[in-house]
């Protein structure tokens, strides 16, 4: 299963990425200042709501391209991905860092940097990536 030093290794295997705390002091990984991957303790109130369902191992928080990508990755592995009402409206997902493999992630963390990366130089990593 996937670790934060495999996080970390993907995402700053792409192009103008880098690592820096976010507001809440966690790690965070940005293309061009916008975040699109991070740690994500879960909070209080959100412990509370999940209750038993509430996960104790590392939380990775992912930037999806849009809400019907958030609703197929929820419907589809519901013991990897899950989301609380913090995230209601927002495209993204939280991911339970110890139950996806690594090339899942690789493939999370690359599609959250399209995501957010200007179009510009995800065309550009797009053309120089292709086979």
């Known amino acids: ?3 934060w030093d495999d996080v970390r290794r993907i995402a700053l295997s792409l192009p103008e990425t880098s690592e820096r705390p976010s507001y809440e002091g966690v790690a965070a990984w940005r293309v061009r200042d916008k975040p699109f991957v991070w740690e994500r303790p879960l909070r209080r109130k959100e412990l509370d709501d ?3 369902a509430a996960p104790d191992g590392p939380i990775l928080g992912v930037r999806v391209a849009d809400l019907g990508v958030k609703e ?4 589809d592995d519901p ?3 899950f989301t609380t009402p913090h995230f209601d409206g927002y495209p993204a ?8 493999d690594v090339a899942e992630l690789g493939e999370l963390v690359e599609e959250a940097w399209y995501a957010r990366a200007p179009k510009r130089l995800a065309n550009a990593y797009r053309a120089e990536t292709a086979p």
Request: aromatic share 4%; charged share 15%.
């Open 79 to 81: 013991a990897v991905f």
């Open 50 to 52: 999940l209750g038993s």
């Open 72 to 75: 197929a990755l929820l419907a």
């Open 93 to 100: 997902v939280l991911v339970r860092l110890d139950r996806v």
């Open 1 to 3: 299963m996937a670790s």
